[in-house]
């Protein structure tokens, strides 16, 4: 990550974090507030609130590709000239007062901050573009989900209104149908988006498959069945390769068998890769939706701490302690946020073994002083939920030998000019 990186404050950066909500979202759940609002309801203001981000993120990708430096600059000095001609100005009068130059400032101040979003938003085309994917993908989900309602015909009022599934028959016989297997989940998926979901959101034979797959996903989720597609043997270039991992498998962790999956394909394909041009971080971007699983909806601690635990072997093997030139930040200090956003469900042997990955990548004492910092008596309760007080001397032993690790390290490689 660049130091001298635009603000984290512009508007449009701020629209692409906003938008991971629904790149996490794979699994919909929805928790109903208003008990005066049906899941209908609420679904289909979830479509809408999809439908316009997908059309913002395309109207940022139009942005891109209509701006033009050259021509900007011959825009805003046609604006500056144009402002002076109207107000009359006499050049050396204004020149004199200062009016001409504050003419001039206004319009080149606007032409360098629009300069500025376009070549960030230029370095993160790529990423824009997995986003959009990512909602269009989860917009499916969500028609599948409408598809099984239908509204009661009656003409109640709106908070009486209520949406019921459409009857399932209910298979009363004590032999059950086999699991789904993710070669015919993957059939469906595909006959439903590329014809089916053309019909009418009412056709019968739209929601019949509409259940049918909402059915098979369940039981997938519930007994475990991986939803990542193998591996191919081998790709024909690099490009391909990082597009496998970011267009396919990352948007598949519905369960502890996918998130297991996609650190086993990445630990034997995948590998260190930053490209300054798209912004682009193997190491950061392609297993996140994996810690998010492991956080927030693994079915127990136990799961999300054999997550975290593969996640490490998985991608820390790829990090190193070389010095990144040109201001950019090392390996550890990239993946700490990721240890951050998991402590709450992190057991002692997590934590551990976390220290000693960080300890073999650091080449500052940074992520020492952090990592021990929330440990410290006082407050360590609040930050590691899941720690009992007698896993502190193992974790303190651990801490101790990180110490000695960075001992002769700089406190800040940052901060060395």
């Not at 609002?37 to 942005?63: D, H």
């Not at 101040?109 to 230029?122: G, H, K, T, W």
């Not at 635990?309 to 790829?318: A, E, G, M, N």
């Not at 020492?368 to 007698?390: A, E, N, V």
Request: hydrophobic residues 35%; glycine residues 2%; contains cysteine.
């Amino acid at each position: 990550m660049r130091i001298n990186s635009i603000s984290n404050n512009l508007k449009s950066s701020m629209l692409y974090r906003k938008n991971t909500v629904y790149k996490n979202n794979t699994q919909i759940i929805f928790r109903q507030n208003n008990s005066s609002k049906s899941e209908y309801e609420i679904l289909s203001a979830k479509r809408k609130s999809v439908l316009e981000s997908i059309s913002q993120l395309e109207e940022e990708l139009r942005r891109i590709k209509n701006f033009s430096t050259n021509q900007a600059e011959i825009d805003t000095q046609n604006k500056i000239e144009k402002e002076k001609k109207s107000k009359n100005t006499n050049r050396l009068c204004a020149f004199l007062t200062g009016e001409s130059k504050e003419i001039e400032d206004k319009y080149w101040n606007e032409f360098y901050a629009e300069r500025d979003v376009i070549d960030y938003l230029r370095s993160n085309r790529e990423k824009i573009l997995t986003i959009k994917k990512q909602l269009e993908e989860y917009l499916v989900l969500i028609d599948i989900q409408l598809s099984l309602y239908k509204e009661k015909s009656n003409e109640q009022s709106l908070q009486d209104t209520t949406f019921v599934p459409s009857i399932a028959v209910i298979n009363t016989q004590k032999n059950q149908s086999p699991l789904p297997t993710l070669e015919e989940y993957t059939r469906l998926r595909k006959e439903f988006n590329e014809k089916l979901r053309k019909l009418d959101i009412s056709d019968p034979t739209r929601k019949a498959a509409a259940k049918k797959l909402k059915e098979m996903e369940k039981q997938m989720i519930e007994q475990n069945v991986s939803f990542v597609s193998k591996a191919p043997e081998s790709f024909a270039s690099e490009k391909e390769r990082w597009d496998y991992f970011y267009k396919g498998i990352d948007a598949n962790v519905r369960n502890e068998a996918s998130a297991m999956d996609i650190l086993d394909q990445f630990s034997r394909l995948g590998g260190k890769m930053y490209d300054k041009n798209t912004g682009r971080d193997s190491l950061t971007d392609i297993p996140v939706s994996v810690l998010i699983y492991a956080n927030e909806k693994a079915t127990s601690i136990e799961s999300s701490n054999r997550i975290l635990q593969k996640y490490v072997d998985s991608v820390f093997k790829f990090a190193t302690n070389e010095i990144p030139k040109y201001g950019y930040h090392p390996d550890a200090a990239e993946l700490l946020p990721m240890y951050n956003r998991s402590i709450k469900v992190m057991t002692k042997d997590t934590v551990i073994k976390f220290i000693n990955a960080f300890k073999n990548i650091a080449v500052d004492k940074q992520q020492y002083i952090d990592i021990k910092y929330f440990l410290q008596d006082g407050i360590w309760q609040s930050f590691y939920p899941q720690l009992k007080p007698q896993d502190l001397p193992d974790i303190q032993k651990a801490l101790d030998e990180f110490a000695k690790a960075v001992e002769n390290l700089p406190y800040d490689i940052m901060k060395i000019n």
